[in-house]
């Protein structure tokens, strides 16, 4: 064999062994000490103000929906600007909607911004309700020294007086974008979950400012100047 040909095969045995690390590096992304699955979800927001309800009103959830492809139970790494790639060894423990709804829930139930927060189908009716879309929920390894945890949450808050939606109160779309801490599984739900305690601060901080508080008598204050709160 020529030297040139053995060296034209050494060649392209590296590029490949190169291209492979790169490419674990990029939608492996993660440092895992072994090819067991592993499993997460998303955890309660820990509160830092007392559980004192300022509001009457019962808030249904309409639904909580999240885009394909991000519905999935994988967690999805976003590796170039149109390419994404399905982690085989990380994922969900439900689908990520499931995982969303309790730790939701239970921001808005145990903040006060509602004496009540319930999912369809409760005996106890809403006059509150609200939808929420995730359209991003991803690890974003664009760039592999500064990975990140994208989530981006839409939120429809509607006045039911009857139990059936009528008028929006509140609509607004909130992303957040936090570093990782390490290229890991692990890290990046950590960033997700820190991402949503930001998201529902700023939900909350939202609704207060339309005036859900005194008791709920004064929800629409942002567009009527003039009434007093009542039972103060």
């Given amino acids: 064999m020529k030297p040139s040909s053995v060296f034209s095969q050494w060649t392209a045995h590296t590029f490949h062994v190169l ?3 790169a490419i674990c590096e990029l939608t492996g992304c993660l440092s895992r000490p072994s090819l067991n699955k592993q499993t997460f979800t998303f955890s309660a927001p820990p509160l830092s103000t007392t559980n004192v309800t300022i509001s ?57 911004d509602f004496s009540a927060v319930v999912e369809a189908g409760s005996a106890l009716k809403p006059d509150t309700q609200v939808e929420i879309s995730v359209s991003q929920l991803f690890g974003d390894f664009r760039q592999t020294r500064h990975p990140a945890a994208i989530l981006t949450i839409r939120f429809v808050f509607f006045d039911a007086p009857n139990g059936v939606p009528a008028k929006v109160i509140l609509q607004q779309e909130y992303s957040r974008s936090i570093p990782l801490s390490a290229p890991t599984a692990a890290a990046l739900m950590e960033a997700w979950n820190q991402a949503l305690v930001e998201i529902m601060a700023e939900v909350s901080s939202a609704l207060r400012h339309s005036g859900i508080g005194d008791q709920g008598v004064n929800f629409h204050r942002n567009t009527q100047h003039n009434q007093e709160p009542a039972n103060r």
């Fill in 19 to 21: 291209l492979l690390v």
């Fill in 56 to 112: 009457d009103r019962v808030l249904g959830i309409r639904n909580l929906q999240i885009a394909r492809p991000f519905d999935g139970r994988s967690l999805v790494y976003r590796t170039g600007e149109f390419s994404y790639e399905r982690d085989p060894y990380a994922e969900f423990l439900d689908s990520p909607a499931e995982g969303l709804i309790a730790p939701v829930c239970g921001w808005l139930r145990r903040n006060g």
